[in-house]
């Protein structure tokens, strides 16, 4: 491997946990690196100081243009837009260094990467680079190509809009696991009544069709609309019994639910006082397509029946 190839190997994890932070699909992060790396190769690289801050700024400006256009495209989006999940290929550094501990921490997290979404384009890359990966507002603002107090106040904004919702997001695996357990629980034998004790009484159910497949178009809101939906689910589903399996995704439990051989949905859900708390359920084939096909297979001992 020459030079130049092993400096970006080098500082790839680094790169990809950043682009698919800004833009919450691997394959969005991967285009970007792609771009990034063709930039880099057409680079003299050995005329360069700082190489990784040169593949920051690069990744960041390229992602962030991205994710401009992807937020128009977004709009026009059949419904809620969520986060696609790594798989483990995604995410497996070929050694451990400090920048790839960085991919096991709470802002990898589904249900982080769904609250990012209430950020600009703008407000988001400011964030990361300061909050996640740690640069300072000056370095910062040199990556965005901003002035230093224009960066410090769209990290101001950004915490602002995030501050009233963070707390409630963040992640306990293991209650996770034991909500989710007792979903499927639920599911099986299922009634509204042990349905609704399921969620809290101002539970939020959210889930991205994409217009594809079956989805509910807008955001549905307390314990009773939830457990009616769970039922109705439930009751439509006999004729083809679902299969759970729980796994563990970026960080976070996840339900699959499969129907046949199919994988469906991909269910994360938020807790609180051990009810649910919000349900983000992906069920866009185009989302789940990687991740099906990486859990065709499942290991034995994850299927929750």
Not at 229 to 247: D, K, M, S
Request: charged share 25%; proline share 5%.
């Amino acid at each position: 491997m020459d030079t130049q190839t092993a400096l970006f190997q080098q500082h790839r994890q680094r790169l990809f946990g950043l682009a698919y932070r800004m833009l919450g699909t691997p394959v969005d992060a991967e285009d970007v690196l792609h771009d990034a790396w063709l930039r880099w190769h057409a680079q003299d690289t050995a005329a360069l100081d700082d190489p990784e801050a040169w593949l920051v700024t690069v990744t960041t400006r390229l992602a962030l243009d991205r994710l401009r256009r992807a937020r128009t495209e977004r709009a026009r989006y059949p419904g809620p837009w969520l986060p696609e999940p790594l798989v483990d290929e995604d995410t497996q550094p070929a050694a451990e260094t400090p920048e790839s501990l960085l991919e096991r921490d709470q802002t990898l997290t589904l249900s982080f990467l769904t609250l990012l979404e209430r950020l600009g384009p703008d407000e988001r890359a400011a964030f990361l680079l300061n909050e996640v990966f740690d640069y300072s507002h000056a370095e910062a603002a040199a990556i965005l190509g901003i002035a230093e107090n224009a960066c410090r106040q769209r990290v101001h904004r950004a915490k602002a809009r995030l501050r009233e919702d963070r707390p409630r997001f963040q992640v306990d695996a293991r209650a996770q696991q034991r909500l989710l357990q007792r979903f499927v629980a639920a599911m099986e034998k299922p009634t509204l009544e042990s349905l609704r004790a399921l969620f809290a009484e101002d539970a939020v159910h959210v889930s991205d069709g994409g217009g594809v497949v079956t989805a509910t178009l807008r955001p549905l809101h307390g314990a009773e609309r939830l457990a009616r939906l769970y039922l109705q689910i439930a009751r439509n589903t006999r004729l083809q019994p679902q299969r759970h399996v729980l796994a563990t995704l970026n960080g976070e439990s996840v339900l699959l639910i499969f129907s046949g051989d199919r994988l469906a949905t991909a269910m994360w859900v938020e807790v609180r006082d051990e009810r649910i708390a919000a349900v983000h359920a992906l069920r866009h084939p185009g989302k789940l397509a990687r991740l099906a096909a990486a859990v065709t297979d499942p290991p034995a001992g994850t299927s929750l029946h």
